[in-house]
């Protein structure tokens, strides 16, 4: 446990006021109000000590450790209480939480709850710089890097006879931090009562039983991972805590899912898309439900989904600042045959598409999502102005209550559910048209050979502007179509000057560090009529090294020769999905290395040394090289949920200057 800055107030933090909490009533019912005795009345401290009354004998918490039961881990929680509470910690605190994905971890962030504070989660590899800004910002009270000893008798006692140390549903549960648009991350501060209401719908919308597993893989510095710990332990189901790391191992993951018998587990959707294309994912027999959450979830992934895994298929959606997920879709085979909708807003929460002038265009029509309702966060820690900009008034509901302006373009259905077709920020202005990115990009996604889709406007000096549409091809949707078909296929949705002139094809699209389409991290665009190519570097590898060039050529798509010894995997474009990929390659000719071997090899030949070490038959051979067509690549045996901090802080260090 490590001392920081103090910045205490009571009942709440700097620079985040606390505004009349309404359920901001919708037209027309569309804001759904949290019904009586779920919202407002509780906090996660008190409802976590009142399942561990039910069912104390319970197990909590699975791991390589062992089993531990609820009142063990009650009685843990309160010791680490009891030490905050000596150390001063208490409601309208923040302790930062810097500790590796583990039992111990679950253990800290209950503790902080339990103390009344709130707590401020770090990822283990999140870059010094970065973590260095958040502190610097958010000055928590303390860091826990590792569990304190136990507080005293009566501190913990405390603890135990008043979960929460006096801090009601209005105090801050926990402040995540997010990518900010100017570069700046921004801190947003969830109350109490937000995430404890939000929880209870979990608990009647998806409910657990006593036998229920659910995957804890999540970084813990993204909002969904409370799924993933919070949400069972205040069912009385128990959290499968994955080792650090183990996301990107997919053989040891599914060992995890299958030796365990997971029953939940929650992916983005382009990371569900690389996990059903997994050979692995036919062991993973005991999932019963699987939770999408983070960006839109295409047909054919929806679809594969529902064939391939005996399990329940729900489609969520959400910002961190409406406290996890906003709206909710139970997914069903052959119901929404063209376009996956995000639902209907969850309990306490309102869905509301609206125009510039903040009415609501007809049914059928684009306009902007924005939320209401308690589930609404306070604001950015310390960021009073764009609180302001993206927290507004509701025109809607009864004065002092607001709505959060998601920056989401939206539509809304004759049956009511609302369907999410990109970003504001998508907008393009082309040939004197305003076009959206994203209704290019969902149009293409309905193509049965289209998993992916990505689309930006070329813009190069000297040259006049065209559209170019990348694309990931979908596992069994049969073969790509050629370019002209695809660009007929789009004609027939969307006028001539919305229609690609260039295109691409991508093994998946990049993504940000929370799982979304990275735009700023695309390939340079392909000129019309072609797939953009990277430049050849010199060298001339040989024997195993040129075996191993060979693979990542092919992995990358790289032109061949591309890839030398001298060069790193990350430094040639490689991240935690496609090393998968090479690892899978690597084990069809007898090497065993693995993702984590992949992305540290300084360089190329370093990598073949290592696969060498493990045998003259683990080497991989010199035979003659095909590169597969478009759907005929290998993929990656089971996706990992990325840790983004960790592989760009990796990345940086292996490009050197």
Known sequence: MAGGARRDRPGGLPGVRRPPLHGGAAPRGRARAGRPGTVGVSTPARLFADQVAR??????????????????????????????????????????????RSPDLVTALLGVLTAGAAYLPLDAGTPPRRAGTILDEAAPRLVLDALPAPGPPG????????????????????????????????????????????????????????????????????????????????????????????????????DVVERHAVTTAQFVPSMLHLFLDADVAARCRTLRRVVCIGEALPVSVRDRCLRLLDAELHNLYGPTEATVAATAWHCLPGRDPETVPIGRPVDGTGAHVLDAELREPPVGEVGELYLSG?????????????????????????????????????????????????????????????IELGEIESVLCTHPA??????????????????????????????????????????????????????????????????????????????PGRVGAAPTP????????????SLVDDVLLLPPGDAVPRHSFVGLGGDSVSAM?????????????????????????????????????????????????????????????????????????????
């Open 374 to 434: 308690t589930q609404l966060a306070e604001g950015y820690l310390a960021r009073p102005g764009l609180t302001a900009e993206r927290f507004v008034a509701n025109p809607l509901g009864p004065p002092g209550s607001r709505l959060y302006r998601t920056g989401d373009l939206a539509r809304r259905r004759t049956d009511g559910a609302v369907e999410f077709l990109g970003r504001v920020d998508g907008q393009v202005k082309f040939r004197g048209r305003r």
């Open 55 to 100: 069912t104390p004998r319970a197990v909590a918490l699975v791991s390589d450790a062992g089993t531990v039961d609820y009142a063990t881990l009650h009685a843990r929680v309160c010791g680490v209480a009891g030490a905050l509470r000596r150390a001063g910690v208490g409601p309208g605190s923040l302790v930062a939480v810097r500790v590796d």
């Open 155 to 254: 501190d913990v006692r405390a603890a135990a006879a008043d979960p929460g140390c006096g801090a009601g549903p209005g105090d801050t549960a926990y402040v995540i931090y997010t990518s900010g648009s100017t570069g700046r991350p921004k801190g947003v501060v969830v109350r109490q009562e937000a995430i404890a209401g939000h929880l209870g719908w979990m608990g009647r919308a998806f409910p657990l039983a006593a036998d229920d597993r659910v995957l804890m893989k999540t970084p813990i510095g993204f909002d969904v991972s409370v799924y993933e710990w919070l949400w069972p332990l205040l069912s009385g189901a128990a959290v499968v805590v994955s080792a650090p790391g183990l996301e990107r191992e997919p053989h040891r993951l599914a």
């Open 538 to 549: 010199p060298g001339h590898p040989t024997g195993a090294a040129a075996a191993l060039c």
């Open 450 to 527: 289209v998993a992916q889709a990505a689309v930006v406007l070329a813009d190069p000096p000297g040259r006049d502007p065209w559209l170019a549409g990348h694309v990931v091809p979908a596992a069994g949707g049969g073969p790509l179509p050629s370019w002209d078909e695809l660009a007929a296929f789009l004609t027939g949705t969307l006028p001539a000057h919305m229609v690609p002139a260039a295109w691409a094809v991508l093994d998946r699209v990049p993504l940000t560090g929370n799982g979304k389409l990275d735009r700023q991290a695309l390939p340079a665009p392909p000129a």
């Open 581 to 657: 990929r090479l690892v899978t390659r690597l084990r069809q000719r007898g090497v065993t290395v693995t993702v984590a071997d992949v992305i540290g090899a300084a360089s190329l030949a370093e990598l073949a040394e290592r696969a060498e070490r493990e045998g003259s038959a683990a080497a991989p051979s010199a035979t003659p090289r095909h590169r597969a067509a478009p759907e005929e690549r290998p993929e990656p045996e089971l996706l990992p949920d990325l840790d983004p901090h960790e592989y760009d802080a990796l990345a940086a260090q292996l490009r050197g200057p």
